[in-house]
């Protein structure tokens, strides 16, 4: 456990076990509690919801497995060429997100939020990945400052574009679902 080879896979290990909770509940979250939603977010609902037409979960899905893909990607690249700085930011990133959309958000919307569970039981262990990750590599203050924001931009701009994506994918998926054959 303190070597990069091990700490680097778990940020596709936590992002995946944290997606797996957003990918059951996010549907039945939305049908259950549709009102709230509509009053707390107006507008911009999260989890993609005002993009999405039908197939909640099989469009949230493909959400996630292009951002594991992706997280799998940085993980792969980071061992082979021994840089890990793209990796600290977007695990770094994850974190932050985490914190920020699912922990504030649940705290706003005053009930259980898609997510949440993981996130707390994560944040924790994925800070203290990073912290070891830092003394193996040997960051400085600046370099985990540049990565920070290296991860925030990533995350605000992947998710947007994602949960973007996600009317396309469910209008698709809809329309595979009605032909026939």
Request: charged fraction near 10%; hydrophobic fraction near 55%.
């Amino acid at each position: 456990m303190n070597t990069m080879n091990f700490i680097v896979w778990m940020l596709p290990v936590i992002f995946m076990i944290h997606d797996f909770e957003e990918i059951i509940m996010s549907e039945v979250w939305g049908k259950r509690y549709s009102k709230e939603i509509n009053t707390v977010w107006p507008k911009n609902k999260p989890f993609g919801l005002n993009y999405i037409k039908n197939c909640h979960t099989p469009t949230f899905a493909i959400g996630v497995e292009v951002e594991f893909l992706l997280f799998t990607v940085i993980c792969l690249f980071s061992v082979i060429f021994d840089n890990y700085f793209i990796w600290y930011g977007a695990f770094l990133g994850v974190i932050i997100h985490m914190v920020l959309i699912h922990i504030v958000i649940c705290f706003r919307f005053k009930n259980y939020v898609p997510g949440v569970v993981t996130s707390v039981i994560f944040l924790l262990p994925g800070i203290w990945f990073l912290y070891k990750a830092c003394g193996i590599l040997h960051y400085g203050m600046r370099t985990v400052l540049l990565a920070s924001l290296l991860g925030i931009v990533l995350m605000a701009v992947l998710i947007p574009v994602l949960h973007k994506f996600m009317g396309t994918w469910s209008e698709w998926l809809y329309q595979y679902s009605n032909k026939q054959p």
